[in-house]
């Protein structure tokens, strides 16, 4: 897998994916903090590790097990996605994603951009079922997953609250 990607967004912009390294941390963990305040669309709602912690953890990240690529644009984090495979013998074939784009670099193909790598690299690692889940409010990721090949697998009801009302998830999973 090339280490960086070059992608011209619908919008002219330019983008680079690449791995992140551990000198991400601190734009990875305030990036983090962003789209958790956003509430709406992902689980997560802030960074809960330290700056030394973060950058620990992206240096033991060995590219098979995981996956952490992120994207710039003019030097600015502005998307990310996260994939890791399961670690048994059992789930090895089995990898679950995450994924997002700030607000501003959302609709101009950035989110197709990141997942078609993320989906290259679960490939060439041997992956052959890709998961997500993702709250049934969330049209827009629905969305893009169905057009990236995704079906859906299951619905829980009411798994999640938000805004104090209960929201159900899809499951999702793409056979590579
Ligand atoms: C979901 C997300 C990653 C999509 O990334 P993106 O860069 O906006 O996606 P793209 O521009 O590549 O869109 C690809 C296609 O997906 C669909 N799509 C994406 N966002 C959509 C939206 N808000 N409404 C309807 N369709 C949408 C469209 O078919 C779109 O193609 P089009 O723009 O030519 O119509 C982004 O909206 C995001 O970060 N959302 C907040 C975080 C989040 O929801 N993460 C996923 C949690 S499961």
């Not at 679950?96 to 959302?106: A, Q």
């Not at 997500?132 to 609250?161: D, H, P, T």
């Amino acid at each position: 897998m090339a280490n960086e990607t070059h992608v011209i967004l619908k919008d002219g912009r330019a983008a680079v994916i690449r791995p992140a390294v551990p000198d991400d941390a601190s734009s990875i963990t305030d990036y983090v903090d962003r789209i958790g305040a956003e509430k709406r669309f992902v689980l997560r709602e802030r960074a809960t590790w330290t700056l030394d912690q973060e950058r620990a953890t992206l240096a033991a990240a060995d590219g098979r097990q995981a996956v952490f690529l992120v994207a710039e644009i003019s030097g600015h984090l502005s998307g990310m996605i996260h994939i890791a495979r399961g670690q048994w013998t059992k789930d090895a074939h089995l990898a679950e994603l995450g994924m997002s784009c700030l607000p501003d670099c959302r609709r101009v193909g950035l989110g197709t951009a990141l997942l078609s790598r993320g989906i290259e690299w679960a490939r060439t690692v041997g992956v052959t079922k890709l998961t997500l889940e993702v709250f049934l409010s969330n049209e827009g990721a629905i969305a893009l997953y169905r057009r990236a090949g995704f079906i859906e697998e299951a619905r829980l009801k009411g798994q999640y609250v938000i805004d104090g009302q209960p929201v159900d998830s899809l499951l999702m999973a793409q056979w590579l």
